[in-house]
């Protein structure tokens, strides 16, 4: 059972555009919502975080959206760059009091393939 | 420089030969995990280990085992592997369960036919 959903599984956009990635998560023991980049040839990186009690964080062009309530997340590139093309993976890691995950595991959504065109 | 290593990056076997993949960190964490990573799956934890001797599955453990002897190193052992275990592994380490970053090593692709 994937606790973790994540869409679409591929996004091409234009220099310049504004891809979005989003993310659904069923337990609500979840206390901290990373998104993780993976270039091709190597492992997943952090590229930025957040918890719920946030509904928004913004490092650079990156910004992640949270809404609690519905229990979703989106991960959104500003002005995405050739550079930024690689496999996005968003993840919810259990709490101190998880029920039905373990504590600090990284539950994974299915990644996200983005192409930036020149 | 800080760094998770994994050995080796690539590996091509046969079903039933025993296998280990190595990895290895130079950042004294205490948490250590390994992940599979499949196509339309994303990563799946096999195993974790919170400390030293501390062991314990993860989602997808079958046919897997692991060991935590040493606060450095936690090798993954395929004792049969099997042509299902064809995938793209990686392995990870944080400074304890609830630190904000796993660091991941470069992977190993294994192919098991």
């Known amino acids: 059972q994937q606790q973790v959903k994540q869409s679409p599984q591929s996004l091409i956009v234009q220099k310049g555009g504004i891809p979005i990635i989003n993310c659904a998560y069923e337990?609500?023991?979840?206390?901290?919502f990373p998104w993780y980049q993976q270039f091709p040839g190597k492992g997943p990186a952090l590229l930025i975080a957040?918890?719920?009690?946030?509904s928004e964080k913004k490092e650079g062009r990156f910004t992640i959206s949270f809404n609690k309530s519905a229990k979703q997340f989106s991960l959104h590139i500003m002005d995405s760059q050739p550079g930024d093309s690689a496999t996005y993976f968003c993840?919810?890691?259990?709490?101190?009091?998880?029920?039905?995950?373990?504590?600090?595991?990284?539950?994974f959504g299915q990644g996200t393939i983005l192409t930036v065109h020149p | 420089e800080a760094q998770v290593t994994q050995n080796p990056r690539y590996l091509i076997t046969v079903t039933g030969k025993k296998l280990t993949v190595t990895c290895s960190q130079n950042?004294?964490?205490?948490?250590m995990s390994w992940y599979r990573q499949d196509p339309g799956l994303g990563l799946r934890q096999i195993y974790y280990?919170?400390?030293?001797?501390?062991?314990d599955k993860g989602d997808v453990p079958e046919g897997y085992k692991v060991s935590r002897k040493e606060k450095r190193n936690f090798p993954l052992i395929l004792e049969s592997p099997s042509p299902n275990q064809t995938s793209l592994y990686f392995c990870?380490?944080?400074?304890?369960?609830?630190?904000?970053?796993?660091?991941f090593g470069p992977g190993t692709r294994l192919t098991v036919l």
């Open positions: 957040i918890r719920p009690d946030v």
């Open positions: 993840a919810a890691r259990g709490g101190l009091y998880a029920g039905g995950t373990s504590y600090g595991k990284l539950t």
């Open positions: 950042m004294n964490h205490e948490y």
């Open positions: 280990s919170m400390n030293v001797e501390v062991t």
């Open positions: 990870a380490s944080s400074l304890s369960a609830g630190s904000s970053e796993q660091f």
């Open positions: 337990n609500t023991a979840f206390d901290y």
